[in-house]
C-alpha cells in the first residue's frame, strides 16, 4: 500500500463515520488536486444520491438569502443539507463578495448543516470539473439535498444545468433582470423561476413577462411546465411554496425516469471539464507551437493533435 | 488537385482582389466547419494585421450604439473597419436581440465597413472557435481596425480580452452595473472604461467607484492605467475622447512590445477552443464510457484518456 493509499484508507474511516472534519479535509484535497482527493474520489464516486438543486441568477438578486431560507425549509422537513457556493477566483474581486455570506453563518451550530464556498478556479464564471468532484463528496457523506449557488451570469447557468438536477433561476423586479435572462439564453435551462424582492415595484410585470416568453418556449422532458414563484427572502414570504416546487420538480424527474439522464449529463460535463483542463494546461506549456500557430505556419488543429499525442504525454 | 482545392483557389482569388462577396462566402464556410472554409483559413492565416478592439458590457449597456458611433471616428481617420458581433444562439432568444443591430444599417451603403453577425454555436455566451477564425479572414481582407462586440457577460469578456488587443468595458450608471463588473472579475481585463449614457443620473459616483477599485488593481505590463470614459453613445458626445483612448493603448502595446504577447495569447486560445470542441464532440458520441463515469465505475480522467486516444480517432 503507497503512502496515498495508507493516508486516503485512514480519511475514508473518519469519513464514513460521518466525522464532518474529514469531509472538510476530504473537500480541500480535492480541490486542490492532491492525488489523495483523487484516491478518495475513486472510492467514493457514485455510491450515493442527493437532491442537487442550483441556484443561478443575476449578481444582487439575492440568491444567498433565498439559498439561507432554502436551508431553514429542508431542516424542517429534517433532510441534511449541504451546500456549494461558487465563487470567482479573482484575489481583487474575491473578499468583498462573500461578505454576504456571513447570513449563513446561523446555521453554524447545526450538524445537519454544512457549507463551503469554492473558488471556481481556472474557468472564471464556470463550474470547474473541482465543483463536481466537491459535489461527489457532498453526496457519498449522505446529505440528503445539496444547493448549489452559483455567481454570476453567463456559461456557468448553463454548467448547473448540467450538473444540478433541478435548477432554479431567481430574478428581481429590478428593470432589466428579465431582459438579461432571455439575452443570456439561460430561460431554457431554468426549472423553476423565483422573482424575489417581490416586495419591489414591477413583480407583476416580470412575472406576466416570463409568462409570456415561457409559452413561446420549446417544450420540456415530460411536459414540466417551468413555474413561477414571488418570493421575499428577506422576509422569507412565498419560500415555503418555493420549495414544495423544487420538491415537485424532483418528483416530477423520478416520475417519468429523468433523473438516469440527469446523471449521465453530469458525467459528461465531468468528462469534458477534465479534456479542457488537459488542453489549457498542455497549451500553457507549449510556447513554441503556439508561436508557430500564430505565424500562420500550423493550423489550430494541427498543433491540438500534437498537444494531446500520448507519446508526447505518458 | 481536390475539388475542394480547387474551389478554395478560385474563392481565394477572389478574396484578394477585394471582392466582399468573397469575404462573406468565405465567412460562412468557417463558420459552418465546412473543409473549403479550413483551407481558406490555412492559406490566410497570419498574413495581416488588424488593430482588434474588444467590446463587451452587460445587456443594456448600449454597446451597439457606441460601436456605430466609434466606427464613424475610424472612418474619419480614413480607416477600413470590420465588425464582429457574436450573439447567442438560442433561436428563442436571438430574433429580438438582434433588433438594435439595424441601427448599424446606416454603415450598409459604406464599402469601407463590414459588419457580420455570428451565432456562438456550442458554447453558449462564450467565443467560439468559430469567431477567432472569422477574425482571422477579416484581418486577412485588410482590413485597419476589427470591433468584436460579444452580447452578455461572463467568461466571454475573459474569453474577448485573449483574442483582442484592446479591451474596452461599456457601463452605465444603472445601479448595479459596477458591482456586477467587479463581482463578475472582469474589472482585470479592461483595458478601458466607458460610462455610458452618462447623462443618467450616477454617472459621477460610477466613476469614482471605478477609480477606487482601480487603486487597488494589480498593475498592468507596461505601467498602462486603464483609463475611464465617459460617453453618450446615442448623441456621441465623448466618442472622440474613447477612440483615442483606445489608439492610445494600442501605441502603448507597440511602444513596450506587447503586441506579439497578445497575438501569442489569441493563438492559443483557438487551440484550446479546439481541444475544448474535440472534448466536447467525443464526449457526446460516448454513452457507454459516460454511463460507466456516472456509475463510478471509471473515474473522468480514465473516460478522458480513452476518448483522446487517436487510435480510437485517427
Redesign the interface.
Known amino acids: 500500500m503507497t503512502v496515498q493509499e495508507s493516508q486516503a484508507e485512514e480519511l475514508l474511516h473518519r469519513f464514513r463515520q460521518g466525522d464532518v472534519r474529514a469531509l472538510a479535509r476530504a473537500l480541500t484535497l480535492v480541490e486542490s488536486g492532491h492525488p489523495v482527493g ?1 484516491e478518495l ?2 472510492r467514493l ?3 450515493a444520491r442527493a437532491k442537487v438543486v442550483g441556484i443561478t441568477g ?3 438578486a439575492g440568491k444567498s438569502t433565498l439559498t439561507d431560507r432554502l436551508i431553514l425549509e429542508a431542516r424542517k422537513r429534517g433532510e441534511r443539507v449541504g451546500v456549494l457556493a461558487v465563487d ?3 484575489p ?2 474575491g473578499g ?2 462573500l461578505g454576504d455570506r456571513i447570513r449563513m453563518m446561523r446555521h453554524h451550530q447545526d450538524p445537519g448543516v454544512y457549507i463551503r464556498s469554492l473558488a471556481s478556479r481556472g ?4 463550474l470547474a ?1 473541482a465543483t463536481v468532484a466537491a459535489l461527489a463528496l457532498l453526496e457519498a457523506f449522505g446529505f440528503d439535498r445539496i444547493f448549489v449557488e452559483t ?6 447557468e ?1 454548467d448547473i444545468a448540467r450538473v444540478a438536477d433541478t435548477t432554479l433561476l431567481v430574478l428581481t423586479p ?3 433582470d428579465a ?2 435572462a ?4 439561460v ?2 435551462i431554468a426549472d423553476l423561476f423565483a422573482v424575489n424582492k417581490f416586495d419591489l415595484p414591477g413583480g407583476e410585470r416580470i412575472i406576466q413577462e416570463l409568462k409570456s416568453a415561457l409559452e ?3 417544450p420540456r422532458p415530460g411536459g414540466w411546465h417551468p413555474p413561477i414563484y414571488p418570493t421575499v427572502a428577506a422576509t422569507g414570504e412565498g419560500v415555503e411554496a418555493l420549495f414544495e416546487g423544487l420538491e415537485a420538480h424532483y418528483q416530477h424527474l423520478v416520475a417519468h425516469g429523468l433523473l438516469e439522464a440527469h ?2 449529463e ?3 460535463f ?7 483542463e ?3 494546461k ?3 506549456g ?2 513554441d ?3 508557430r ?5 500550423l ?3 494541427e ?3 500534437a ?4 507519446k508526447a504525454h505518458p
Open positions: 483523487q474520489l475513486k464516486r457514485g455510491q443575476s449578481p444582487g470567482p477566483s479573482s481583487f474581486t468583498a463578495i474557468a472564471l464564471g464556470g470539473g455567481v454570476g451570469v453567463g456559461q456557468s448553463v429590478a428593470a432589466g431582459v438579461q432571455f439575452k443570456a439564453g430561460m431554457e413561446l418556449a420549446p446523471r449521465l453530469r458525467a459528461r465531468e468528462v469534458e471539464s477534465v479534456i479542457q488537459w488542453g489549457r498542455r497549451t500553457q507549449a510556447g507551437l503556439v508561436a500557430v500564430a505565424r500562420g505556419e493550423s489550430p488543429e498543433a491540438a493533435l498537444l494531446l499525442d500520448p
